[in-house]
């Protein structure tokens, strides 16, 4: 298990885990963002409709937890 954060911004995620070109990734990003400001753990997907935890919220858990999630922050 990883327990160092990497490099990059909590707002930006890996692009392995969001894609550049994603066409919902305007919506995420605002989704994501708002969540953070907001202090929730996460946001509902805006194509799946399902829970998605925020990368402050993954971070103060200490570590990854190896589940592939799109706003990962220990993922460099």
């Known amino acids: ?3 160092q954060l990497a490099s990059r911004s909590l707002t930006e995620p890996h ?3 969001l894609a550049l070109d994603d066409p919902d990734r305007d919506q995420i990003l605002a989704a994501h963002a708002t969540a953070v400001a907001s202090g929730e753990a996460g946001y509902l997907d805006p194509a799946t409709g399902l829970l998605v935890f925020t990368a402050a919220f993954l971070a ?3 570590t ?5 999630c799109r706003h990962c922050p220990y993922l460099d």
């Open 1 to 3: 298990m990883c327990d």
């Open 15 to 17: 692009p392995s885990r």
């Open 60 to 62: 103060a858990r200490g």
């Open 64 to 68: 990854c937890c190896e589940s592939g």
